[in-house]
Every structure is written in C-alpha cells, then in structure tokens.
C-alpha cells in the first residue's frame, strides 16, 4: 500500500471511530468541544518549570482512551507524523535557558525542565484534540461550532476541507501511478517534472471543485452547512461528564497532586 493510500485508509479509519457506539461517542458534541478547549487551556497555564503539574493533566487522555476503547499503539501511530514536530519544539531550550534549581544537593538544568514541561503540553494537547476527532464526526463538530455561532462561511470551509481532502489526494494518488507507468525504471519522481505534475493537480483540483459545487448547488446548498443528522439533546450526562473534568481540571492545576501522591505513597 502506498504512502497516499495509507493516509486515505487511515482517514476512513478516524471517520469509523468517530461513528462507533461507545459511552464517550454518545455525550454532546459542543460538552466535547468545550471540554478539550478547556483541558488545552490548562495544560498550557502550567508555569515552564511545572513537570510535575504537568504531568497531572495525564490523567484526562488517559481516562477518555479507556472509556473510548481506543487502541493507545495505532493513536501513536497515526500521529507519527505531529507527535516528533511538537516534542521537537522544545529541543533547544536547554541551550537558551542556562539557569539551574538545587534539589536536594543535585544540580538540575532549568532548560531540560522547561524542555520536558514544553514537550508534555504539546502532547497531551494533540493527544485531547485526537480524542476529540475519534469520538466525534466531523459533522457533529461543525454542528457544535455553529451553535458556538462561529460564522457559517468558516464552518462550512472546515468542512468541505475534510471531506475533500481524500478526494484530493486520490487525484495525486491517480497522477503518480499515471507517471509511473510512463517512468517504470525510474526511482521517484524527477525533480523536472514536479511544476507539470502539480499543474495537472491544480488544474484537476479546480475543474474537480467547480462540477462539486454545480452538484451541491443542483442539491439545494445555499452556501451555509446544515447538520442533517438528529439533533443531539443536553442531558444529564453531558453535563455531570463537563463538571467532573472541570473540577478535575481545576483541581489538579491549583494544588500539587502528583508530588503530593508522591510523598504520601513515597512514605509509606
């Protein structure tokens, strides 16, 4: 399986999640929506030196994999691509941030702790924005922002963005076999050809989108999206699951409770 083929199998996989009968999958979209804007905004008040407190919020993804009964190895697998980009943004701290903490006569850098504290938030904030997308359409999703009142014209663009992103790379999936065929002994793609290839994309990409919204006009879009599936009522539920995390939340940013845990079971 190519490359473009895999990416393609692996988005009809998140949209299969997404859909499936779990507990978490059932709460309201805008309670989930909500409530990892939230998490994202705690994890990142954390001070730079804060590990500790960091590593505390572990316990939101954590929870959410097993009531979602989601696979944590093919989660890590589909996010190969993010996980290294974000751990990479803080490999240079230590070089920047020369100052040191003395605990308990050991010497420790203040660059690899703010290292490690940045590296723990980008995870964990990719990690609960994941855990959004696999448990929650893309349709409900957009369903939720429209009754945040964010504008129809950005909401509808998120979403043809993501139904069409598989169409799009079928189309460069079509045009790299088609080279290939005519290039059999060659490895990869010549370097001279990569402005006719992406032309031919462009142009398939724009003749693509104009018979797209000759069907969509021809089907009664009024250039606003409408949520066709059933209408997601709050209950009880939902919001008993949005104030346990909240206290969770709030609880696990204004006092120490992973050093405090340590030193009760530590002195035991």
């Not at 895999?6 to 979209?29: F, G, T, Y």
């Amino acid at each position: 399986m190519s490359k473009i083929k895999k990416a393609i199998h692996e988005i009809h996989e998140m949209d299969s999640l997404s859909e499936r009968n779990q507990w978490v999958n059932q709460l309201h979209p805008l309670v989930k929506f909500i409530l990892t804007v939230v998490y994202i905004a705690v994890v990142v008040s954390f001070p730079k030196y804060d590990v500790a407190g960091v590593m505390g919020m572990m316990v939101y993804p954590v929870v959410v994999f097993l009531l979602a009964d989601l696979s944590f190895c093919k989660s890590l697998e589909r996010l190969r691509i993010v996980l290294p980009l974000v751990c990479f943004i803080g490999v240079f701290n230590p070089f920047f941030d020369q100052n040191y903490f003395v605990i308990n006569n050991v010497r420790i850098s203040a660059g690899v702790l703010s290292m490690i504290t940045l590296i723990l938030k980008g995870i964990f904030s990719v990690l609960a924005s994941y855990l959004l997308i696999a448990t929650t359409s893309i349709e409900k999703i957009c369903y939720a922002l429209r009754y945040l009142h964010v504008p129809k014209a950005i909401v509808t663009q998120i979403m043809l963005m993501y139904r069409y992103i598989t169409v799009l790379l079928e189309e460069v999936e079509r045009i790299m076999q088609a080279y290939m065929l005519r290039a059999p002994g060659q490895r990869g793609i010549h370097y001279k050809v990569w402005g006719t290839l992406v032309g031919q994309l462009l142009l398939k990409s724009v003749d693509r989108a104009n018979a797209v919204y000759e069907s969509m006009l021809l089907r009664g879009f009024c250039g606003e999206y409408q949520y066709m599936g059933e209408k997601v009522a709050f209950q009880w539920k939902d919001i008993c699951y949005f104030l346990v995390w909240c206290v969770v939340f709030l609880v696990f940013r204004r006092y120490p409770v992973v050093l405090l845990a340590g030193s009760i079971f530590g002195g035991v």
